[in-house]
């Protein structure tokens, strides 16, 4: 499996911005799609981007689209969930996940340990 390890969340502010980042180890970066997810208090989990390693534009879920941008740098092996301004219904724990390329979102199964964002309203 390929390891991943997120950074960049924090607090602030509605209308913020954050930038959380993942950087992956383990395998080969640009056989994996990667995708971000997040949890808030009492809520499942969602799904918010996803993007192939080898690149291209990704996909953003439409409830954030036109506020998150997801994008990587191959040569860092590393993710980016770019989020401007930031909601309070925005907070919870980003999770950054990995599956093999061309496989169904439900094959996500490689996953970093989570990193808190919280917007205060």
């Known amino acids: 499996q390929v390891q991943l390890v997120e950074s960049g969340g924090g607090l602030v502010q509605a209308g913020g911005s954050l930038r959380l980042s993942c950087v992956a180890s383990?395998?080969?970066?640009?056989?994996?799609?990667y995708g971000w997810f997040r949890q808030a208090p009492g809520k499942e989990r969602e799904f918010v981007a996803a993007?192939?390693?080898?690149?291209?534009?990704?996909y953003v879920e439409g409830s954030v689209k036109g506020r998150f941008t997801i994008s990587r740098d191959l040569a860092k092996s590393t993710v980016y969930l770019q989020m401007n301004n930031l909601k309070p219904e925005d907070t919870g724990v980003y999770y950054c996940?990995?599956?093999?390329?061309?496989?169904?979102?439900?094959?996500?199964?490689?996953w970093g340990q989570g990193t808190q964002v919280t917007v205060s309203s």
């Open positions: 996940a990995a599956k093999p390329r061309g496989e169904s979102r439900d094959a996500f199964g490689s």
């Open positions: 993007i192939a390693g080898t690149g291209g534009a990704g």
């Open positions: 383990g395998r080969t970066f640009s056989l994996y799609t």
